[in-house]
């Protein structure tokens, strides 16, 4: 079983930032660790993932150039830095680890693993 622990939602203003951490209750090196969001009334989207091994990032293209993902592995620790925030990535945002092989975009099905979600709200 692993645990993940979500930190650093909030409010801000448009245009702000934020970054969210992920603390991982075993290594980040051997999973691979995504982030995803949930806005009321829609899907689950998958935001940033940062494969096994470092070996590869996912951005998703409604946040390419404002989202960036990092790992400090040494800490089990996942970061999803937010630039440029709109009213439109106001949502719940949740941390996702997966040990089993993964390719390609992200799908929230193939996650074993789910922290308890940071929201994070945008006004304009």
């Known amino acids: 079983q692993v645990q993940l622990t979500e930190s650093g939602g909030g409010s801000v203003q448009a245009g702000g930032s934020l970054r969210l951490s992920c603390e991982a209750s075993?290594?980040?090196?051997?999973?691979?660790v995504g982030w995803f969001r949930q806005a009321p009334g829609k899907e689950r989207e998958g935001v940033a993932l940062i494969y096994t091994g470092n070996r590869m990032k996912y951005i998703a293209d409604s946040v390419k150039g404002r989202f960036t993902i990092s790992a400090d592995h040494a800490k089990n620790t996942v970061y999803l830095h937010m630039n440029n925030l709109t009213p439109e990535d106001t949502a719940m945002y949740y941390c996702?680890?997966?040990?089993?092989?993964?390719?390609?975009?992200?799908?929230?099905?193939?996650?074993?693993?789910w922290g308890q979600g940071t929201q994070v709200s945008v006004s304009s």
């Open positions: 996702a680890a997966s040990p089993s092989p993964m390719t390609g975009t992200p799908s929230a099905a193939l996650f074993n693993y």
């Open positions: 075993r290594s980040t090196y051997t999973m691979n």
